[in-house]
């Protein structure tokens, strides 16, 4: 009995099954630190730094804090809220959303695409802080794509992959070791750089190379980053609230440690650029505070990038488990992300240069990620009233209320491309052209309005009276 009871537990916490509250490991301050060490990381500070581009520093801290706690509190009621009510994994509640096949499809787009992007270029910046540290050591020039960078890179995935091959209980313990000090070393940071200028000299400075003569355009566009930050978070919250205890612990602790820790880590990245007039942090640190305080800056943000890669990493093996196919749930656990770690591998050794697309990257994915928190929200709230069947979402395809029409549901596959769509034709991250709209409305929060809008509108005129996706009747 106890064996079959431990072996439940481990299928319930890498999402086979929904987690009871008994069985879940985090408390509101436990999901906070977790948060904490997921979004303090070097991406904080090139985010920050690439605001500086567009906007001084007054302008620079009010994008950072608009553009993000919208974008994380929205995210974190569309994908924590059910998480943490019923303690399912976030890509099983989306069958309610896009049918037992669409959901894979989602899956593919949000996690399989952008994960191992990101995790390919969350080790490259943890190569480039290596590089970095070694290069100070031995006194030495950094050679931010060498053989270094890449052996360095290469051993932040595998760490990463022997981490998240412990389980959540590992990620736990090590989130609780380093987030508290990641904390101190970003307060650390802000320190030396006022003691280098006053505040005042601080507030004062401009942008580095705005784009545009119109300072507004300027600030949108700026928000609009920051919104893409928020955003970003979608497809990992969710699975790390799963384990929270309650629904309340699933949502509020995103405000202390999503938004906190990275508004944070933007604002000193963002001082950074502006006072030094360098984005990278691996340079920026070591003119801040000369060689023992760089050594020790670097080592830290190096490591910050290793919990987060092993949050997402976690987060989406959990989603890969339950969008796959049967055989591929047979694997052993640490075979899945194993597997999973090897495109992130391939990005690192052939193209390296990806770690300079990053900001277009990172404001590409909103145009998906905003789109879907729009369709959670509708779908979850307004249409659901908060209410899931566990044994609808967990049954077999033929079997189960989610499948919609062969698996697809129209209406939320038809919202996501129409935000996307609203999302490109007012905003576009690789040219910055823009419609005349996007100064007033941004581009994020048109695409997370129109998505869940018409996936509302199909629903009620297409979905709900044919009875697909077992929504209440009124």
Known sequence: MEENASEFRAAAERGDAPLLPTERLWGFWEFAYANTALAIATWAFLIGGAV?????????????????????VVTGIATCAPAGKYGVEQFVALRSQFGTQGSRLVYVLAVVFLTMGWLAVLAMMFGRS?????????????????????????????????????????????????SPALALLMAWMLY?????????DLMAMQALDPPFEDK????????????????????????LARLTKNERTAIWPNVIGIFGAATLGEIVGLLAAVALGESDPTVWMTQIGGLTVGLIALGFVAFANITSMANILYTSIVGLRQIGTSGLRTLR????????CIVP????????GMYDGFFIFLVWTSALNSALAGIGIADYFFLRGQKLDLRGLYAAHDQSPYRFASGFNPAGLIALLTGFLV?????????????????????????????????????????APRGWGAYPKK
């Not at 609009?224 to 699975?239: D, R």
């Open 52 to 72: 500086g581009l567009f906007v001084g520093t007054k302008e620079g801290i009010a994008a950072i804090v608009i553009g993000n706690i919208i974008g994380v």
């Open 130 to 178: 290596i590089d970095g540290l070694t290069s100070i050591v031995s006194n030495t020039e950094a050679s931010p794509t060498g053989i270094k960078m890449t052996i360095a890179a290469s051993g932040a995935i595998v760490l990463a992959w022997f981490i998240v091959a412990k389980g959540p209980t590992s990620i736990k313990l090590f989130n609780m070791v380093v």
């Open 192 to 200: 030396l750089l006022l003691s280098r200028n006053s505040f005042a």
């Open 216 to 239: 507004t355009l300027n600030f949108i566009i700026a928000i609009e980053v920051n919104l893409a930050a928020g955003f970003s978070w979608w497809p990992y919250i969710g699975n």
């Open 333 to 340: 656990w640490d075979v899945i992300v194993g597997a999973f």
């Open 345 to 352: 591998l391939l990005l690192v050794l052939a193209y390296p």
């Open 423 to 463: 999302y490109v034709l007012i905003f576009n991250p690789q040219t910055l052209e823009s419609a005349a709209v996007f100064k007033y409305l941004t581009a994020s929060i048109p695409s997370c309005l129109a998505a869940g809008l018409v996936h509302y509108v199909l629903t009620k005129a297409i979905a």
